[in-house]
């Protein structure tokens, strides 16, 4: 599946296109100013995320699969590419309007330490692993269970930018997701590989009965750990991938998700009409099966009828007969 928006109208709201919307599904906040258009920049047409905006999978993936996209912004905070979430859990959340049913979005933060957690930081979204942007470094961000605040944080690991690494200018973005790990790449050199294990639910968590990798092992390109966290919430059943603004802006091109050992469908070819040769096989197929059938069983239902009325014909020439011959008497 990818996406290259050539053929996509300038200017167009992309959640306009059956053929986007029809893979991926965009959530935006209410106002105008949140959408995502086609742009085009020196003849090369991409999407622009702007406001509070999630470009986000219809479904949970199952890996492996691999998902490589074009990425630009100068926001330093708050862009982010998501994969093993999870669909946005709801959570009660007091610190928000005295108290509201709070939908994590990809696009929303956490909310924990503004509900006075104390164990982490606050991030986006409500489950999985992003990269983000930020000042002179690559944030790996993992979504973490909490005992306070929504029960839910953030932890965290900032990879210096590589050289000649800027992200106003269009970089490469690939996960690969084999089930076990996933590895992170920039401008298709490796970044960071996120190895999960221990899958299980938080059962203290009333809101959420979804199953994470509790386990999350992060090592850098040359294999060193920098991070382990043993209460991440990475989802173990699946993966929902998200591209997320919140209150940025960001271009994104060449949107492939590609899944390993997929077998893509052929081009059709016109068959010609095959002849009759020594070869051929007897055997016709299941389609000229039934028609076949469906002849035979029509020929004796029509050789039925006819016998039936010629029956019916001679009884009554019969008592026609005898009728006839007693007037005569």
């Avoid at 992060?218 to 991938?241: C, F, H, K, M, P």
């Avoid at 469906?294 to 009554?316: F, P, T, Y």
């Amino acid at each position: 599946m990818k996406f290259d928006f050539d053929d996509f109208p300038v200017g167009e709201y992309v959640n306009r296109i059956d053929e986007f919307m029809n893979e991926w599904e965009i959530f935006t906040a209410s106002a105008e100013t949140n959408y995502v258009q086609v742009s085009e920049e020196d003849g090369n047409k991409y999407i622009t995320l702007n406001g509070l905006v999630d470009v986000r999978t219809w479904d949970m993936l199952e890996p492996p699969y691999t998902l490589s996209f074009d990425a630009k912004t100068s926001a330093t905070k708050y862009v982010g590419f998501f994969v093993r979430g999870v669909y946005p859990v709801i959570k009660h959340n007091p610190a928000n309007a005295g108290g509201i049913k709070q939908v994590l979005h990809y696009l929303e933060i956490d909310w924990y330490e503004q509900n006075g957690g104390q164990n982490g930081t606050t991030g986006l979204g409500g489950s999985g692993i992003s990269i983000m942007p930020g000042e002179g470094c690559l944030r790996l961000n993992i979504k973490t269970y909490e005992e306070d605040g929504l029960k839910i944080g953030n932890a965290y690991y900032d990879f210096d930018y590589p050289e000649e690494f800027d992200p106003s200018e269009f970089f490469n973005v690939m996960f690969k997701d084999d089930g076990e790990k996933v590895e992170i790449y920039i401008n298709q050199e490796l970044l960071a590989t996120v190895e999960m294990s221990n899958p299980g639910k938080y059962d203290d968590d009333e809101e959420d009965d979804n199953e994470y990798f509790n386990t999350a092992v992060v090592t850098d390109a040359s294999g060193e750990e920098v991070l382990r966290i043993d209460n991440a919430r990475i989802s173990a059943y699946g993966s929902q991938l998200a591209i997320t603004t919140r209150a940025q802006t960001a271009h994104i091109d060449n949107l492939i998700l590609t899944y390993e050992g997929s077998t893509p469908s052929p081009e059709p070819e016109v068959t010609e009409t095959p002849t009759s040769t020594k070869n051929s096989s007897a055997t016709p197929s299941p389609t000229e099966n039934i028609e076949k059938t469906n002849d035979d069983s029509s020929g004796m239902q029509l050789a039925e009828k006819i016998i039936v009325v010629g029956v019916a014909v001679i009884i009554v020439v019969g008592i026609i007969l005898v009728v006839l011959k007693r007037r005569k008497k």
